[in-house]
């Protein structure tokens, strides 16, 4: 029975050479414009709070700061709403319907934000953009892990976070054109569009398996991998998968190949939300003020989305070259060395916050500079900011998405991806709004030594407990949680086990 697996990677290896990517690259992208949406909407408050905060806005929408503090932090609550919705609308709907469900609440909350004239409808209209926000995050990685095959899962799975910073680049170019009502307007196109093209996609073969569709799964892998691609091989190795699993008890969850796969999911969206990266780019220009770093605000947010993006290329481009882990590691160190120096920076230059005019806190207001004049000290914080940004955006951003998708087992992908979604969010909210208290408290030292922790449990948890998952099937990487040991895929073994 062991010979099965040769003879079964000979025919795989051979077909591969006959796949055609164009139809996956297609129902790819139209997954991947609702991550477009989530990066649009995340940083919709950036260019937004100044218009409300200022003397001259309309004073049915004119907010103070705790209401400036909500709507930029309410977002991340409804995308935890949303993780929570996610993890049973993918297994009830499955995961290319929930992304198109997505469509919903966004489109509301934008006609909300756009026709606002009074606070909660700005408010709704936030939560509900972030509650879709939600659901794209936990459907969309999972959708494309399962329509792609291992020689491209690795950049593919980069997509969801590559397409959410140019959808925050984006933003933040119209914002310098186009005035606040007119931003959420535009902000309905994407997942309008999305709707329109995921209804000519086909569903995940692995979901229509499971529903026992054998027919429909050959089609829709066909469609997806090309006429001239052999479908046996692929189908048969999900098959098999699927008849080793079934529905998921409490009992179950206590054995490796489940709660090992799930805390590690977990535990990197808990790790990658507390190395900071939600409170600095959504106070990005107050820190930049208050490191008294001289640079226009409305390019600090351009500069911090091209870095990004750039980041986030680079590592969609060695995902499958270098490795998962590789790139864990380099990100961390990146990450820890920045969040050391600015740690280093803020602690040598600290001064108290002091008294701060009404309305604003420590966090929002910085003492006018005298004589303010660009010097090397005052690029350090710039300069380790977008180190750090580098950094997340090359490891710890995309990977932890991709690795998500890959290592969750199937009959409990679903769920498990929305209880990390949900996991991610609730902490993000948490911290942003710690992070404004600390800041008001101790400025921005306390922070900073916090995430410098942070980066150093990062490296430790990517050395002891991340599998390498480079150039595996999903079937494999499931057999190593299994076993414990081995990618290897054993017929006789595996079939001894599920009986």
Known sequence: MDEETPLLNRRSTSSESQISNSKLFLAVFAAVLGNFNFGYSLVYSSPVLPVFQSPDADPRLRMDTKQAAWFGSIFTLGAAAGGLGAMLLNDMIGRKLSIMMSAVPSTVGYMLLGGAVDLWMLHVGRFLTGVAGGMTAASIPVYISEISHKGVRGALGSCPQITAVFGSLTLYALSLVVEWRWLAIAGEVPAVLMVVLLTFMPSSP??????????????????????????????????????????????????????????????????????????????????????????????????????????????????????????????????????????????????????????????????????????????????????????????????????????????????????????????????????????????????????????????????????????????????????????????????????
């Open 206 to 499: 692995r979901r229509l398996l499971s529903l026992g569709r054998e027919q429909r799964a050959e089609k829709a892998l066909r469609w997806l991998r090309g006429s001239q691609y052999d479908t046996h091989a692929e189908l048969s190795a999900i098959q098999h998968s699927i008849r080793t699993q079934s529905k998921v008890t409490l009992s179950q969850l206590a054995t490796p190949i489940f709660y090992r796969p799930i805390m590690i999911s977990v535990v990197m969206r808990f790790l990658q939300q507390m190395t900071g990266i939600t409170p600095i780019l959504v106070y990005l220009q107050p820190i930049f003020a208050k490191s008294q770093v001289s640079l226009e605000p409305k390019y600090d947010a351009a500069i911090v989305g091209l870095v990004r993006l750039l980041s986030v290329a680079t590592a969609a481009s060695l995902m499958d070259k270098a490795g998962r882990k590789a790139l864990l590691y380099t990100s961390s160190m990146l990450m820890f060395l920045s969040a050391l120096t600015l740690t280093i920076n803020s602690h040598t230059t600290y001064c108290p916050p002091g008294p701060a005019p009404p309305n604003l806190t420590a966090l929002n207001y910085s003492p006018p500079l005298e004589a303010s004049q660009p010097s090397l000290a005052g690029l350090i914080p710039l300069i380790s900011t977008m180190v750090f940004i580098f950094g997340y955006a090359m490891g710890w951003g995309p990977i932890t998405w991709l690795l998500m998708s890959e290592v969750l087992p199937l009959v409990a992908r679903g769920v498990a991806s929305g209880l990390c979604v949900t996991v991610s969010w609730l902490t993000a909210f948490m911290l942003t709004h710690a992070f404004t208290l600390l800041v008001d408290s101790y400025g921005l030292y306390v922070p900073y030594l916090g995430f410098t922790v942070v980066c150093v449990l990062c490296l430790l948890f990517n050395a002891v407990c991340i599998p390498e998952t480079r150039s595996r099937s999903l079937e494999e990487i499931e057999n190593y949680f299994r076993t414990g040991r081995t990618f290897t895929i054993r017929r006789s073994q595996s079939t001894g086990q599920s009986s």
